[in-house]
């Protein structure tokens, strides 16, 4: 059985370009994969992407630039500006073990970069925009203070063939205490069987 899609519609209180989906997606067990980009020391984006996958018994991802960043956060901020406003791709480590194509639905996690998603995380959604066809797809991000910004608007931008969930921003401060709205994020978008 694909996707078939359980009958509550949920009117997208989302960024302006993601159509409105009916969720939650009724996929099978096996079929949701969750990829992510962190960089902090905190894993703000590690620890949500973490929660997610195990609430959607889903397999994990991490996203990871061929060059890192500066561990510094100053430096790291200046050298992320130009390829976040450019909306430039920066290369990215081949990811073991996997193939987009056996999931129904696919999460994808980054910080808010510059009010967009980190450039690693463009890369991976650039590159993988055609396995991503017709496959229901749910941003989530991390910030610190921001909200959503630009990251719904420019990744529904990138990925005109996928089904795109509503997209959620977590506090990346707090984001260890929000266990019950990560879960509640993944219950409104899949109903894993
Ligand atoms: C290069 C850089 C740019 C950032 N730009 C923003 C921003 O524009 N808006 C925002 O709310 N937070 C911004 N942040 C804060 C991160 O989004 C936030 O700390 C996030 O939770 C970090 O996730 P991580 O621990 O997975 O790296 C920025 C952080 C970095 C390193």
Redesign the pocket.
């Known amino acids: 059985m694909k996707k078939m899609i359980a009958g509550v519609v949920v009117a997208a209180s989302c960024a302006a370009g993601f159509a409105q989906a009916a969720e939650p997606v009724e996929v099978e067990k096996g079929k949701v994969a969750v990829i992510y980009f962190?960089?902090?020391p905190?894993?703000?984006?590690?620890f949500a992407a973490e929660t997610i996958a195990k609430k959607a018994a889903a397999d994990i991802f991490e996203i990871k630039a061929q060059t890192p960043y500066s561990a510094n956060?100053r430096a790291?901020?200046d050298e992320?500006n130009p390829e976040c406003y450019g909306k430039k791709l920066r290369p990215i480590m081949p990811i073991k073990g996997l193939d987009v194509g056996k999931y129904d639905v696919v999460f994808v996690g980054t910080?808010?970069?510059?009010?967009t998603m980190a450039p690693p995380v463009r890369t991976w959604v650039t590159e993988n925009a055609s396995a991503l066809k017709g496959k229901h797809v749910a941003i989530f991000q991390?910030?610190?203070?921001?909200?959503m910004?630009r990251v719904g608007k420019e990744f529904a931008e990138l990925l005109p063939g996928s089904r795109l969930l509503s997209p959620k921003a977590f506090p990346?401060s707090s984001?260890r205490s929000a266990g019950k709205a990560l879960e509640a994020f993944v219950a409104e978008r899949v109903s894993v069987k």
């Open positions: 962190s960089w902090s905190d894993g703000n984006t590690r956060y790291c901020c992320a910080p808010n970069w510059w009010g991390t910030h610190g203070g921001g909200g910004q990346g984001v």
